[in-house]
């Protein structure tokens, strides 16, 4: 009886310990996965020698830092227009961390997920868009100030990314798009 119930107890120990690969662990979360966006942006940024190469010059080096960060659809990646809207994105991004005094370090506080795409910035996403994200970001400073950073997030085939630019059609016609949309002054 005593070896019938240790073999039971080990077929048992076998067959929840393979249940690991017939039900793999959830991904990961929302701010973990943010969390490794901006660790990698940050990552690229605080390098003393960061210089965001030129769109039109340098193309197939600007398209390999910039798809990092920002999501440019295939066929809109040779259109020069969108290079420069994504130039514009990356500065954008950079000025969040730099200004009023430059990011160390950054933790992901919270990522926040719109189902229901309000404000108006975050309405209207393009159809290759899967979620998008308000993300709360704590930055410290060498000096070992505090600052708040908020930036949005996107999801484009299960890959994060905080904005994109893309070719819209709007009618008879076509315009360089980005989003979600920048609050200007």
Not at 17 to 41: H, I, M, N, R, Y
Not at 52 to 64: I, R
Not at 93 to 115: C, D, G, M, Y
Not at 133 to 151: C, F, P
Request: some cysteine.
């Amino acid at each position: 009886m005593k070896y019938v119930l240790t073999i039971f107890i080990a077929t048992v120990l076998i067959f929840l310990t393979s249940c690991g690969s017939l039900f793999p662990p959830v991904g990961k979360t929302s701010v973990e996965t943010a969390q490794e966006l901006v660790d990698e942006f940050l990552e690229r940024l605080n390098t003393p020698t960061m210089v965001f190469p030129d769109p039109s010059a340098s193309p197939t080096e600007f398209l390999q830092l910039a798809l990092n960060f920002v999501y440019i659809p295939q066929a809109d990646r040779d259109e020069e227009e969108v290079r420069y809207a994504a130039a514009f994105l990356l500065q954008w991004i950079a000025i969040n961390f730099i200004l009023p005094s430059t990011v160390t370090e950054a933790k992901v506080l919270a990522a926040a997920e719109h189902s229901v795409k309000i404000p108006q910035l975050l309405s209207d996403p393009p159809n290759f868009v899967q979620k998008v994200y308000t993300l709360v970001i704590e930055g410290e400073t060498a000096v070992g100030s505090v600052t708040s950073i908020t930036l949005p997030m996107i999801t484009v085939q299960n890959q994060a990314y905080f904005y994109t630019a893309f070719v819209k059609q709007t009618g008879s016609t076509t315009d360089v798009s980005i989003y979600p949309e920048i609050l200007g002054p």
